[in-house]
C-alpha cells in the first residue's frame, strides 16, 4: 500500500495521484479491514480500454506517482481522473478556485482514509464510507442516529442487568 500522502506545504501532484490510489482501494475479502489498491497495470488497462489502446502505460503511471516525476499533460490528466471518478480540478495546483475546490476533495478523501486506518472493523468501514459520501447535514444525521443508537443499547444493558 502507498505510505499516506501529506502536503505540509504545496501539494503535488504526485501526492493527489497516490492520495487517489489509495483512496480507491478495494476491501480485500481475506483480510476484513484491510483494502487492496489498483495497480498500476490495472489502471492502464482500464483507461486503455476506455479511451483507446495506447492512451497510457502503466510505466508512466508510475513514474507519475513518484515525487518528482513527469508533469503530465492535461489529456493524462484527465483520463487519470475520470478512472477514479474524479474531476480534472482535483489535479489543478495553480488556480486559486480550482485549487481550493481540489483542496475539499483532497481533505475528504484524506478524512475518509484517516478513518479506514483507523477502523480494522469492515462494517465500520463500510459505515465510514457511505456516511463519507453523504452531504454534511447527513452525516450530522447519521451522528445524532448513532447517539440515539447508544443509549437504546445502553438501557438495554441496563434492563438486562436488572433481569438479573
Known amino acids: 500500500m502507498t505510505p499516506a500522502p501529506t502536503f505540509p506545504g504545496r501539494p503535488t501532484f504526485?501526492?493527489?495521484l497516490n492520495l487517489l490510489f489509495e483512496a480507491a482501494a478495494q476491501p480485500n475479502p481475506e483480510q476484513p479491514g484491510e483494502y487492496v489498491e489498483y495497480t498500476n497495470q490495472q489502471v492502464a488497462d482500464e483507461?486503455?480500454?476506455?479511451?483507446?489502446?495506447?492512451?497510457?502505460?502503466?510505466?508512466?503511471i508510475r513514474r507519475l506517482r513518484r515525487e518528482g516525476g513527469p508533469n503530465p499533460t492535461v489529456s493524462y490528466m484527465s483520463v487519470l481522473a475520470d478512472f477514479f471518478d474524479m474531476p480534472l480540478d482535483v489535479f489543478n495546483l495553480t488556480s486559486t478556485e480550482a485549487n481550493t475546490k481540489a483542496s475539499r476533495?483532497?481533505?475528504?478523501?484524506?478524512r475518509l482514509l484517516s478513518g479506514r486506518r483507523q477502523v480494522g472493523?469492515?462494517?465500520?468501514?463500510?459505515l465510514a464510507r457511505s456516511a463519507s459520501r453523504l452531504s454534511?447535514?447527513?452525516?450530522?444525521?447519521?451522528?445524532?442516529?448513532?447517539?440515539?443508537?447508544?443509549e437504546v443499547e445502553q438501557?438495554?444493558?441496563?434492563?438486562e442487568h436488572l433481569d438479573r
Open 14 to 16: 504526485a501526492g493527489r
Open 47 to 60: 483507461i486503455n480500454r476506455r479511451h483507446g489502446v495506447g492512451t497510457i502505460t502503466a510505466e508512466y
Open 105 to 110: 476533495v483532497v481533505a475528504e478523501l484524506e
Open 121 to 126: 472493523n469492515e462494517t465500520l468501514a463500510g
Open 136 to 150: 454534511p447535514q447527513g452525516q450530522a444525521r447519521v451522528a445524532q442516529f448513532a447517539s440515539k443508537l447508544e
Open 155 to 159: 438501557m438495554e444493558r441496563q434492563g
